[in-house]
Nanobody, 128 residues
């Protein structure tokens, strides 16, 4: 099993930046890709970004392209989400997820059903 712990959330003004971290432990050698999802009040969980563990290929939701950057440090078993130019609509609980699957394309990583492990989430609040 893979355990995930998010950190780095908080309160930030619109236009500001935050960097989220997700530390993985356990059977991290089995990870194929990791992703970030978010859920705002009254809305369903939505895909934000994903990255393959070995190759570093990335995929972003249209709503965050050009503003968010996902990256990973394999040696530290950590994935990051650098969030710039934050908007009030970015306010949500952000969840880190990991999948052991490797039988689908990177664009399939927008589907939350592809992931095996989830963190507890970290709150991001953007004030305007």
């Amino acid at each position: 099993q893979v355990q995930l712990v998010e950190s780095g959330g908080g309160l930030v003004q619109a236009g500001g930046s935050l960097r989220l971290s997700c530390a993985a432990s356990g059977r991290t050698f089995s990870i194929y890709a990791m992703g970030w999802f978010r859920q705002a009040p009254g809305k369903e969980r939505e895909f934000v970004a994903a990255i393959t563990w070995s190759g570093g290929a990335t995929y972003y939701a249209d709503s965050v392209k050009g503003r968010f950057t996902i990256s990973r440090d394999n040696a530290e078993n950590t994935v990051y989400l650098q969030m710039n130019s934050l908007k009030s609509e970015d306010t949500a609980v952000y969840y880190c997820a990991a999948t052991r699957g490797s039988y689908f394309g990177i664009r399939d990583l927008r589907r939350d059903t592809k992931y095996d492990s989830w963190g507890q989430g970290t709150q991001v609040t953007v004030s305007s």
